[in-house]
């Protein structure tokens, strides 16, 4: 089952407006049952193409996944990479910068974990960070040696995200290719899994203090995200809006974004040739030998 994902790309030049983009939509599939066969057949389809990309070592893929706390980042990424080699994909979860981390340039850390050519990387949050929770708490710049301006540091934010656009042209030149999330989440259904994390036994090492008081900065977050959806998505990396609200529903429209993703890339076993069938002919002579 293919999935339509063009509803949910942010087209280069576009102002994003979240209040506009549905953090709902209707269901792409029809029960429980359907949704784990549906996911079923992407994970296996991920699974071979993933094999492609090792196999050519022409490209990389680099998956980055934003979205407000509880959003569904950490499940997305183990149910749609549950098939992926895990000699072939790498997955790194940023957190807060260490000290090291904030002496050096903001790019600096995301670099040191780029995937190389032939594997899927998988940024759980990712270098958009100093433009999204380091814009909601700017007192957080006097750690990277940034002292308080007039102008509110508008200069700062517009520096950084063209750093960004720059960083992620030079990387697409040089074969890797981008899938760009940002997990859409109400506020209403944000609260829930919040509270939910209080009261189910097997979730309550998921909550914490400053997830409930960031809570509270919503929606400087929101104008924060949409600033940076709107400076950072172009033809070849752009954002998609994916509705969060279902997490089932947003699992699998991100496994079809990444199979589209691989399948542009029209990775094919390379064509057997005479000389090709000459060495393998030798190879099982040798084996029967």
Request: hydrophobic share 40%; proline share 5%.
């Amino acid at each position: 089952m293919s999935i339509d994902v063009s509803p949910y790309r942010v087209a280069e030049g576009e102002k994003v407006d979240l209040s506009e983009r549905p953090t709902g939509v209707k269901p792409i599939y029809d029960s429980k049952s359907d949704y784990a066969e549906i996911l079923a057949k992407h994970v296996e389809k991920l699974g071979k193409l993933q094999e492609h990309l090792y196999r050519s070592g022409r490209y990389a893929l680099l998956i980055v996944l934003q979205g407000m706390d509880s959003a569904g980042k950490d499940g997305a990424i183990a149910h749609v990479m549950s098939g992926v080699n895990p000699q072939g994909c790498k997955v790194v979860a940023f957190k807060t910068p260490s000290a090291t981390e904030a002496a050096h340039d903001f790019l600096w850390r995301e670099v040191r974990e780029l995937p190389e050519r032939g594997v899927i990387g998988v940024f759980n949050r990712s270098y958009y960070e100093p433009v999204l929770v380091t814009r909601v708490h700017p007192e957080l710049l006097r750690e990277e040696g940034v002292v308080d301006v007039r102008d509110g540091h508008k200069r700062l934010w517009a520096e950084r995200l063209r750093s960004i656009r720059a960083f992620e042209r030079h990387l697409h030149a040089n074969g890797t290719r981008f899938v760009k999330i940002f997990l859409h989440l109400s506020k209403k259904e944000q609260l829930r899994r919040l509270m939910d994390r209080l009261d189910d036994p097997e979730k309550t090492w998921k909550a914490s203090r400053a997830d409930a008081l960031e809570r509270g900065h919503w929606d400087e977050y929101r104008r924060a995200y949409e600033h940076a959806l709107s400076a950072t998505s172009v033809d070849f990396a752009p954002w998609r809006i994916v509705p969060a609200d279902d997490k089932p529903n947003a699992r699998l429209i991100v496994s079809q974004l990444v199979i589209d993703a691989l399948e542009k890339l029209e990775l094919k076993p390379p064509p057997i040739d005479a000389a090709r069938r000459r060495e393998l002919a030798e190879i099982r002579a040798l084996l029967k030998a």
